[in-house]
């Protein structure tokens, strides 16, 4: 009979065989290869739509005409605001309607002279608010190519007759090309995002495979050992491990894809983080999906190999029964997390961005190299705990730890990396987290500033509907008084502005009897306009608006003023920017969201290992409790050696990540002032272990409620 044949005909054999340990695997396993290829086609769509947002991102950017190219168009970048969210509005005046290349991405036809082509996000949002769509009256909706998600805020507007664009404004040879981006700060950056993914999502998918492919490892061992006895040669055993275990992962593969498959096309927004994605852009292409398949393939393979090479004790090659010993644990599996602590040491000793960098690099390498070497640390546990023990029950626990530590800390390497990862997490998004408090409001009146066109401004026609306000003129800071050293003051400001309309804005007088502004006045007029400078009034009549300066508007306090003047800026003929109290608030990092979105997976397959490894390791658990049952020890005893074993490995495992996470930690704050020491969330982490040690114990007490005696025998 052909060989290929048998081994694949004993292959299916033990993968679908009636053995209970075995159908527990081939469930595990299964869901195991489901969970992973759900996970890998999530993070492989979430690239898929933003590597298309960043090519449609290219093809809007705008195309200065240099070196003798021909204009088609001329461009002006403006922007507005809408509540706390800032948007690009860009002003289009073309050579030439017909021009095709004037037009860019998404626009099919120019709207009328003055007109307005809004994104799809913005039309629904305008429709939702009146205020927001008196802004841009009559507009057209852009095609989905220039947009990058359905969400996104843009606006075109046509050049009107007669209008004007400010001082920033250049000619274009079209779009799609080197030059300034239209939205550029919307988008993610892809490469720290993909090392992200790797991080929290690899890292986790690779545990969780390992996990899985570990499921009933006695039963398996046994079963080649026997094999091994009877002469069979060890690459036919390797292919016949990883024919095994294909049998078991790839319906469980083919399960996720089939998952995945359908709802990722139906998905607006990016799972989690919450994010608007286009339509169908997290379904990966059909050979994205297939590669991902594979790698995940290949990945359980190895896996299933390597556990089985690494069972395989060398002392006890043919042995078809385990007999006394330790399997060899190399110190080398400490070296990752060596190398992590010995980069952040280095990482003091450096400044700057290569500080940032090495210390990156040290806790990323900390996070990967803690669960290689928690089995050594373990074992170091254990044979201290059996050395020192004064009962036989401590001795046992010890002894059992220390001859298996693999299987007694794999469920747990999740937590682990866990445990390094979340407080140097939680120190980052604490520190992007801390906003400034927004400046004082002042109780009477508020201002905005223009820029842009302001020689072309008609501040009768700006400012109609507006009662009581006033435009005043800003002059370009003028340098302060100089001393022999150089300045010796803050800039000055010269506000066209009388006291008699400070005053009626301000509700008090604001001028000295010299006509100079008191202390008072000063102050609060440099909270209204958001400067620092000293500021001096001149007589309206003195100043002008020009191009490069400032134009504010200053009205007596009124829920609807902003909107008004930003609708007023949006419909003159010349090209303005409205910058308010709103646009100086700082706002929270769009990283944030990913990241908290990069922790709930990461939880979510560390859930995922814990109750695998937990399951099989409790299945496996009833043998020794059968063969400490038959030595004569009551049910309390075996409860109370497994309680004891479980606890040791479970201290070993969480001291270990703790103190990788403080060590990390104490790094990453000594990297920036601005980072606190997350000595709460150490503390918090360090209860809720507590809480799930409590809770593991418990389930061991629920697992070992049947006789030892009960049961099949082992085999």
């Known amino acids: 009979m052909n060989a290929h044949r048998t081994t694949l005909r004993l292959a299916a054999r033990l993968a679908w065989g009636p053995h209970p340990r075995q159908r ?21 769509g979430v690239l898929h739509a933003l590597s298309g947002e960043a090519d449609r991102l290219r093809q809007r950017s705008v195309v200065p005409a240099r070196g003798g190219a021909e204009p088609v168009v001329r461009v002006d970048l403006r922007a507005d605001t809408w509540g706390l969210e800032q948007y690009p509005v860009v002003w289009l005046d073309p050579v030439d309607e017909g021009d095709p290349a004037a037009m860019p991405p998404g626009m099919s036809a120019w709207p009328e002279k003055g007109g307005w082509a809004v994104s799809p996000g913005l039309a629904a949002l305008a429709r939702a608010h009146p205020a927001l769509a008196a802004r841009f009256p009559g507009a057209e909706v852009l095609g989905d190519a220039g947009v990058l998600h359905p969400g996104e805020l843009l606006a075109y507007r046509h050049m009107p007759e007669g209008g004007a664009m400010g001082a920033a404004a250049f000619d274009a040879a079209g779009f799609g090309g080197p030059g300034p981006s239209v939205g550029e700060r919307t988008e993610v950056d892809r490469p720290a995002l993909a090392l992200a993914l790797t991080g929290f999502v690899g890292l986790p998918v690779v545990l969780l495979a390992a996990a899985g492919t570990a499921v009933s490892a006695p039963l398996r061992a046994r079963r080649l050992a026997l094999l091994r006895a009877l002469g069979t040669p060890a690459r036919r055993l390797r292919a016949l491990v990883a024919a095994e275990a294909a049998l078991v992962f790839l319906p469980g593969l083919a399960l996720g894809v089939l998952l995945w498959t ?12 919450g994010r608007p994605v286009a339509d169908g852009a997290l379904a990966p292409p059909p050979w994205a999906t297939a590669a991902v398949a594979a790698c995940l393939a290949c990945l359980f393979a190895a896996l299933a190999v390597l556990t089985e090479r690494r069972g395989r004790g ?25 190398a992590g602590l010995v980069l952040l040491a280095l990482a003091q000793l450096r400044d700057g961005q290569a500080a940032s960098t090495t210390t990156l690099a040290g806790v990323v390498l900390l996070a990967v190299g803690v669960p290689p070497a928690l089995p050594v640390v373990a074992r170091a546990v254990g044979g201290r705990m059996a050395d020192r023990a004064s009962g036989p029950r401590g001795v046992l626990a010890g002894r059992r730890l220390q001859y298996d530590p693999r299987s007694a800390v794999r ?13 140097v997490v939680a120190a980052w998004m604490g520190a992007v987290r801390h906003l400034d408090a927004p400046p004082p409001r002042d109780p009477t009146a508020e201002a905005v500033v223009l820029r842009g066109a302001l020689d072309r401004v008609d501040t009768g026609v700006l400012l109609r509907g507006l009662p009581g306000a006033v435009a005043v003129p800003l002059a370009p800071r003028d340098p302060g008084p100089s001393g022999p050293s150089g300045p010796s003051g803050p800039p000055v400001l010269r506000v066209g ?26 102050r609060r007029l440099a909270v209204l306009l958001g400067t620092p400078a000293q500021l001096r009034l001149v007589p309206p009549g003195t100043l002008r608006p020009t191009p490069g300066g400032e134009l504010a508007v200053i ?8 909107n008004a003047i930003r609708a007023a800026a949006l419909a003159h003929p010349a090209a303005l920017n409205v910058v308010s109290a709103a646009d100086l608030v700082l706002q929270e990092s769009e990283l944030v969201s990913w990241i908290l979105g990069g922790v709930a997976v990461l939880g979510s397959l560390t859930f995922l290992v814990l109750a695998l490894g937990t399951i099989d390791r ?8 059968r063969l400490l049952g038959a030595l004569g020890l009551s049910r309390g005893r075996v409860r109370a050696i497994g309680t004891e074993e479980f606890l040791l490995g479970y201290a070993a495992v969480v001291g270990t990540g703790l103190a990788c996470g403080a060590v990390a930690s104490a790094a990453w704050s000594a990297m920036d002032p601005a980072i606190g020491y997350p000595a709460g969330v150490l503390a918090g982490a360090a209860v809720l272990a507590a809480l799930l040690a409590g809770a593991g114990v418990l389930g061991i007490r629920l697992a070992s409620g049947r006789r030892p005696a009960e049961g099949r025998a082992p085999g």
């Open 24 to 44: 527990l695997r081939a469930l595990l396993l299964g869901a195991a290869a489901a969970a992973c290829a759900v996970t890998v086609l999530f993070a492989a």
């Open 262 to 273: 359908p709802v990722a096309p139906v998905l607006g927004e990016v799972p989690v983080v």
């Open 314 to 338: 060398s002392r006890h090659r043919v042995a078809p029964r385990p007999r006394a010993g330790r399997p060899r644990l190399p110190v080398l599996r400490t070296a990752p997390a060596a």
């Open 411 to 423: 469920p747990l390497y999740g937590v682990a990396a866990l445990l390094v990862l979340a407080p």
């Open 497 to 522: 502005l009388g006291c008699a309309d400070a005053g009626r804005l301000l509700g008090t007088a604001v001028c000295g009897p010299a006509g100079s502004l008191t202390p008072e006045g000063s």
């Open 555 to 562: 009205a007596p306090r009124d829920p609807r003023f902003e």
């Open 618 to 625: 409790t299945a496996a658990g009833r043998d020794g409790d």
